[in-house]
T-cell receptor, first 113, second 113 residues
Framework: GQQVMQIPQYQHVQEGEDFTTYCNSS?????IQWYKQRPGGHPVFLIQ?????EVKKQKRLTFQFGEAKKNSSLHITATQTTDVGTYFC?????????????FGEGTQLTVNP | KAGVTQTPRYLIKTRGQQVTLSCSPI?????VSWYQQTPGQGLQFLFEYFSETQRNKGNFPGRFSGRQFSNSRSEMNVSTLELGDSALYLC????????????FGPGTRLLVL
């Protein structure tokens, strides 16, 4: 079945440093979504990418969807302590049983002030 | 609008028992999905309900079941609980079926002893 792999699993940075998490799917995706889960909280939707090669920005966050629609990345510029949490990508793809939203295992980001 | 609500928030059960979890979606949302979150397995999709019908199902045993009512509220049932069922169970609602943005509730943390 569809698999979505996310790396790294953990990332520890100093405040002010940049951070990137990568997401790779075993199959072509129709779209990819990104979520953030703060410690002790629940996942919160950040953004959805649909088009091949799409790039979207939200303040210090930059999201990219690969040309082949099989990979994506989230880049945070100049991290802040408020960026702490686990970032999940979730890809929508098709299997024989129908469409499926598959979450990556997440990248846990910690920021040292 | 009020967010997704889940009850109960915490639950302790013993092996062999059964449990029912409840989810009330955001008003106007017709799709409800359930996920199991564990430290080792990440977010695993259980099933999705739309218009009182199960539309998609993940790879979980038949002990896991659910239903949706005419007001879009949903319940999830786990029978014959096992230790490995200990997890955070998250409900997410979306406006329609088809893997739109998932709005997650706070989750029910289930501990099986």
């Amino acid at each position: 079945g569809q698999q979505v792999m996310q790396i790294p699993q953990y990332q520890h940075v100093q405040e002010g440093e940049d951070f990137t998490t990568y997401c790779n799917s075993s199959t072509t995706l129709s779209n990819i979504q990104w979520y953030k889960q703060r410690p002790g909280g629940h996942p919160v939707f950040l953004i959805q990418l649909v088009k091949s090669g799409e790039v979207k920005k939200q303040k210090r966050l930059t999201f990219q969807f690969g040309e082949a629609k099989k990979n994506s990345s989230l880049h945070i510029t100049a991290t802040q302590t408020t960026d702490v949490g686990t970032y999940f990508c979730a890809g929508v793809g098709w299997e024989t049983s129908g469409s499926r939203l598959t979450f990556g295992e997440g990248t846990q980001l910690t920021v040292n002030p | 609008k009020a967010g997704v609500t889940q009850t109960p928030r915490y639950l302790i059960k013993t092996r062999g028992q059964q449990v029912t979890l409840s989810c009330s979606p955001i008003s106007g949302h017709r799709s409800v999905s359930w996920y199991q979150q564990t430290p080792g397995q990440g977010l695993q999709f259980l099933f999705e309900y739309f218009s009182e019908t199960q539309r998609n199902k993940g790879n979980f045993p038949g002990r896991f079941s659910g239903r949706q009512f005419s007001n879009s509220r949903s319940e999830m049932n786990v029978s014959t609980l096992e230790l490995g069922d200990s997890a955070l169970y998250l409900c997410a609602s979306s406006v329609d079926t088809g893997w739109w943005t998932q709005y997650f509730g706070p989750g029910t943390r289930l501990l099986v002893l």
